[in-house]
């Protein structure tokens, strides 16, 4: 393999951080996404929400161009070790948030559902909680991506069951609601799609923090329990 | 860059070969399991429910496997063009996969709580036209892998649009259902959330779909509308 020149050097460097930077800046977009669809949702700000409907299609052009300057960097480059772990880990992660940014959207959607809708309506439902873990979730893994810090991810993963026990009492709330008086089944069904984007938001958060570990330590716990298993040469 | 050997290049083809093949492996399985959760839906076969809960751990580990030999392929052998457009297009596949995978799961869990429950009742909801439509398009979508084939990338879009047009039908049913009789309405809330599986699952294989339109044309089509935008650059 040919060395690569000072020159090469660092450029390649330079290709690095910036998808590592672009990584950050498409997360920071995609965090402001969560928390405008939220709060356009709790208060009803209809210019907020559409907002963000417009704003996701930024988020899908960050993910081509980011993926594309990985291709680049492997075609080029032939990273390896840690540096080849970076460039999966972007790859990787811009997927999850761009689904992050999906959830935003539809959260939006259904926000203006419920606003505009004819008999505006919202079921007296806390999403707060759920959501307020999310977003926190999604900052961390982040956080541990920008500092490379795999501290964080036990509690990342703790939280993730903490949403998903969240969404599972939303939903016992909502039945109640709906068994109680049926006209509210249409706009209990929008609320309960929306606190399943806000357990989604969740999956993808702790998904980033995995690759997270795997940057940083090199290995794939996401199926941790069974990798030794011989189950996957298969038949 | 130094020029492969002959000897080489042959260890890298087959190298291209194996991860091929094993998205096609993988994709089988997959197929398999989405087909024996709604077969097991249908018919009440909690044996086989089972099996598609058990069996969702082996196409975990496919994905882990075949992950891991994209990156030895990226670090080893510098992939370019087409080369490096497959490779890219099997780590994208085996993550949408193993995400149908997970659906199947879903359902075949979901199966369980409306066949083994208290008091089975199955709310009379045809599933059976969406179900077959996303399964349709995940074969067709693992057939244009497997041939390097793109014509049927329209019909699978398209096929995408009724699948998501079923759901709503779906949904609205389910919505009278519940209205009619609320004591109907958490086993209705399991029959919404397979249909919304079901939905997904023809997500993931239209985005399969959109990457082998980029394995074989070298573009990236999902956001085809706004490729020029000057969106992406941000500030």
Redesign the interface.
Known sequence: ??KMSEHTHKQFDAELEAIRTGVL?MGG?VETQVANALEGLKTGNVGLLDRVIEGD??I???E??L??AC?HI??KR????VD?RL??TV??SI?DLERIGDEAKKIAKAGKRLHAGEVPFMPRVELGYAAGLALDMLRSALDGFARADVTNAPVIKSQDEEVDASFKGI?RQL?TF??ED??T??NS?EV?FIA?SIERIGDHAKNISEYVVFLVQGR?I??AK??Q?A??K?E
């Open positions: 393999m040919a800046q977009l299609h930024r899908n052009l960050l081509v161009d993926g594309e291709q492997i075609a032939q990273p390896a070790a080849l460039v999966m790859i990787k997927s939903m039945i709906m068994m049926p006209r089944i249409s069904l309960l399943k794939d996401r199926y069974s990798a298993s189950a996957a298969g």
